[in-house]
């Protein structure tokens, strides 16, 4: 069976690092297997496994975009023999529907997030199967889009866990992680999350460091403001109980991880701190859950950790709590570490997430 992967881009992502994934597992399972995409960082990974890309402008919304779009997924589709046309994202799948009618290829989406109710509403297609990421976005597209929810599988995002495995403990200096984009509202969360930690560190006089990582459209200006919280230490003459590093766009997530003592994040990125080992702080631009722990689990998993079904208010008091307990207590962390990682082998291992994926392929 050949199958055609289509996203918008294979920069640092949630749904493109899922991609990547699949497109690996799927190789590994004896499927031929060719990525449609706008192109990034991760395609250097694809190559290293032998795994064909080509080029299409799926992250630009303009006719002449679209058009090219077209002519490229269809070219992939006659040039791979391919069977099956799996899209990820609004305007892939548009581009997917148009190209499957043009070859009578299969075609089927998944959907990795709450597609905004706007006028390109009437430009999103869905294949003959869905799958949502997680039963809050399921229930926004049966409820907004008409698709029958008999045609809908919840299946989340996979992980590999033999890439994103518990290490060695970090070092003496409690290490807090911001892992995301920064754009909008969660660039506005890193600020905040180095102002609060600044602020602990001097108040408790102790040893902070923390490792803001991801990159986009804000992150100079998360850079800024970094900087003027440094010269305002710097002006105060004190001694310096912080340490902030701004790391941008990354690949080697796992390896960065086994540095912190806690992540703070959400969605995909808490899956994999999780399979590392490492407490998770859900904390993003829709929402925030607080530290993820048994009892938060379920309503967690329900919005794909997001934290955007959550009614908590992020504040520092709460946030600061939650640190302070971590800091102080490695068994805590440890517990909290493993009990992470032993859920993500029970419900997010890639074999068991890409085996549930086959079987939608089979039934197309």
């Not at 399921?138 to 996979?158: A, L």
């Not at 905040?192 to 040893?207: F, G, I, K, N, Q």
């Amino acid at each position: 069976m050949n199958i055609l992967l289509a996203l918008m881009g294979l920069d640092i992502g949630g749904a493109e690092t899922h991609v990547v994934t699949l497109a690996k597992a799927l190789k590994n399972k004896g499927y031929n297997v060719v990525v449609v995409s706008s192109g990034g960082v991760y395609e250097a990974s694809l190559k290293a496994s032998n795994i064909a890309h080509v080029y299409a402008p799926l992250a630009e919304k303009s006719p002449k975009a679209i058009v090219k779009s077209v002519v490229a997924m269809r070219r992939a589709v006659k040039t791979y023999h391919v069977d099956i046309i799996h899209t990820h994202g609004r305007i892939p799948s548009l581009i997917g529907g148009v190209v499957a009618t043009l070859t009578k290829s299969k075609f089927m989406t998944t959907v990795h997030a709450m597609y905004k109710l706007n006028s390109y509403k009437w430009l999103s297609l869905f294949g003959k199967e869905t799958i949502c990421i997680s039963d809050d976005i399921r229930q926004h597209v049966i409820r907004n889009y008409n698709v029958e929810k008999e045609k809908i599988t919840v299946i989340p995002n996979c992980i590999d866990t033999n890439l994103f495995v518990p290490g060695e403990e970090s070092g003496s200096t409690f290490t807090v992680g911001y892992v995301s984009r920064m754009e909008g509202e969660l660039a506005d969360r890193a600020i905040e999350v180095a102002e609060m930690l600044t602020d602990y560190a001097y108040r408790e006089h102790s040893e902070i460091k923390l490792l803001i990582v991801g990159d986009g459209l804000d992150f100079n200006r998360v850079v800024s403001q970094v900087n003027q919280i440094s010269k305002r230490i710097a002006d105060q003459d004190q001694a310096k109980m912080i340490e902030i590093l701004l790391l941008g766009k990354r690949t080697d997530i796992p390896d960065l991880m086994h540095q912190m003592d806690v992540v703070v994040c959400v969605s995909r990125v808490a899956l994999e701190a999780m399979s590392c080992g490492k407490p998770v702080i859900l904390l993003g631009g829709e929402g925030y859950e607080g530290l993820l722990t048994k009892e938060s689990y379920a309503h967690a998993k329900g919005s794909n950790f997001t934290g955007r079904t959550s009614t908590m208010v992020f504040e520092g008091v709460g946030f600061i709590e939650q640190i302070d307990s971590l800091r102080k207590s490695p068994d805590y962390r440890r517990k909290l570490g493993e009990w992470g990682r032993a859920r993500i082998e029970e419900s997010y291992s890639i074999d068991q997430i890409v085996d549930e994926t086959i079987k939608i392929y089979k039934s197309l």
